[in-house]
Each structure stands twice: as structure tokens, then as C-alpha cells.
């Protein structure tokens, strides 16, 4: 069962009731962002070929996947002349400003309910979420990335658009999906990690497989460095 805690960013709002664990605080006391803490980041398999290159996909044990916009996209750093996409200069990229979110019609006015999430989209990789418009006018689409129920669009979005560029981890998540269990090791197929070295494939625990991997990256480095 999912219940509401207070917090500043929605995406952090959903936790599981039996999950009472307190982590440790560093040396520093200072926490890194929620879903860098409990979640674990992926890539969609092949994204490019259906526009959802460089969104991330954020995996949470609750079967919750919130979905948004890499500091890599294009958004931030490429623009369209009358053949193809050309890098922005240097201060093209400062200049960059979010201005505006549109939803698609499918999930603009979505209002979920009871434990069953009545009112949820049914989505896939490829559904269209939003249109995110630059300063410069230019509009970019962007896709649900898995299969699953949208439950929540991120309403901050609204009054503060820019929120995508400021804070993408935290409050400039785009949304939340939530995947059925009969769903999960499809959905999990279709992922990469965030840092390309292995995909879901034999998915056991998104967390667990990216801490392997990141062992073995880590052994490996220190290797080469012998």
C-alpha cells in the first residue's frame, strides 16, 4: 500500500508502508537527493529511435518508475536549421531557459483514485507525454519510456517549467508510472543502465544489478591503475 508522507518533491511522496528503514547520514550530513538515494537510474533500450534519447528512467522497489529529462538532452544543448540538429555555442547554452510544459490530451487533466489507481493512463514506451518549449521557441516531445499506468504528472511544472533544468532529479521530474507486477521483467527488458554497461535483462533488482556493476567497474579501474 502507497501512502502520502510530507515532503518537498512529489516524486517522493510515494514510499511503501513496510519499508521503515533510516539510512545512515554521511560525514558531511548531508543526504545526495532522494532519488539518487532510492532509486536506480536507467536508459530506454534503443531510445533514440522513437524520440526518448536522454530521459531518464528512475526504477524505485515499489514497482514506481518516475520518468524525466537528462542534463544531457537536446533541449539543453542542440537546435534544429532546415536539415538537422546543430550543437548550441557556449552561450547559447547559458541563455537556455524551460518555458513552457504542455501535456498531451491523454493524461492533461489525469485524476487517479483507491488503491487499484482508477483513472491511470495506460502507457508505453513510445506515448507521447508532453511538448516542453525553449526560449527560443523551439518545442520538444517527450515519452512515457515504459510500459505501465501514469498515475501522476508533475504539477509544479506548470508555474515553474524551468524546474526541469534547475533540479531534473528532484522537483523537474516530468512523471510517475506505476508498472503491475506481471509486467515488470517486460519492462525491465527494455531498459539499459544509466551508464550503458548492462541492460534488465535478468532483472533480480535493478539496485542490487547497478551496485554489481558498479563493483566490478570500480575493481577494474583500480587494476588498470596497478
Known amino acids: 500500500m502507497y501512502v502520502r508522507t510530507p515532503s518537498e518533491s512529489s516524486a517522493e511522496n510515494f514510499v511503501d508502508e513496510g519499508d521503515h528503514s533510516s539510512p545512515v547520514p554521511p560525514a558531511d550530513g548531508k543526504f545526495p537527493p532522494f532519488t539518487k538515494r532510492y532509486f536506480t537510474e536507467w536508459r530506454v533500450k534503443n531510445?533514440?529511435?522513437?524520440?526518448?534519447?536522454?530521459?531518464?528512467?528512475?526504477?524505485?522497489?515499489?514497482?514506481?518508475?518516475?520518468?524525466?529529462?537528462?542534463?544531457e538532452h537536446?533541449?539543453?544543448c542542440k537546435k534544429t536549421n532546415e536539415k538537422d540538429s546543430v550543437d548550441l555555442t557556449q552561450e547559447e547554452k547559458k541563455n537556455v531557459k524551460i518555458v513552457n510544459v504542455e501535456w498531451h490530451d491523454t493524461i492533461k487533466d489525469i485524476?487517479?483514485?483507491?488503491?487499484?489507481?482508477?483513472?491511470?493512463?495506460?502507457?508505453?514506451?513510445k506515448s507521447e507525454i508532453c511538448t516542453i518549449t525553449r526560449n527560443d521557441g523551439e518545442k520538444f516531445?517527450?515519452?512515457?519510456?515504459?510500459?505501465?499506468?501514469?498515475?501522476?504528472?508533475?504539477?509544479?511544472?506548470?508555474?515553474?517549467?524551468?524546474?526541469?533544468?534547475?533540479?531534473?532529479?528532484?522537483?523537474?521530474?516530468?512523471?510517475?508510472?506505476?508498472?503491475?507486477?506481471?509486467?515488470?521483467a517486460m519492462v525491465m527488458k527494455k531498459l539499459i543502465s544509466e551508464c550503458g554497461k548492462f541492460d534488465g535483462k535478468d532483472f533480480v533488482g535493478g539496485s542490487k544489478r547497478l551496485g554489481d556493476q558498479s563493483s566490478k567497474r570500480e575493481r577494474?579501474?583500480?587494476?588498470?591503475?596497478d
Not at 48 to 68: C, D, P, S, W
Open 111 to 125: 485524476q487517479v483514485s483507491g488503491k487499484r489507481k482508477r483513472g491511470a493512463f495506460e502507457s508505453n514506451p
Open 220 to 225: 577494474s579501474e583500480n587494476e588498470n591503475d
Open 74 to 76: 537536446e533541449i539543453f
Open 47 to 71: 531510445g533514440q529511435e522513437f524520440g526518448a534519447k536522454n530521459q531518464y528512467i528512475l526504477e524505485h522497489t515499489n514497482r514506481l518508475f518516475v520518468i524525466g529529462v537528462t542534463p
Open 141 to 184: 516531445k517527450f515519452k512515457a519510456c515504459v510500459n505501465g499506468n501514469i498515475i501522476e504528472t508533475n504539477s509544479l511544472l506548470t508555474e515553474n517549467p524551468n524546474l526541469i533544468q534547475e533540479f531534473p532529479y528532484e522537483d523537474g521530474f516530468l512523471c510517475i508510472v506505476m508498472v503491475k507486477p506481471h509486467n515488470l
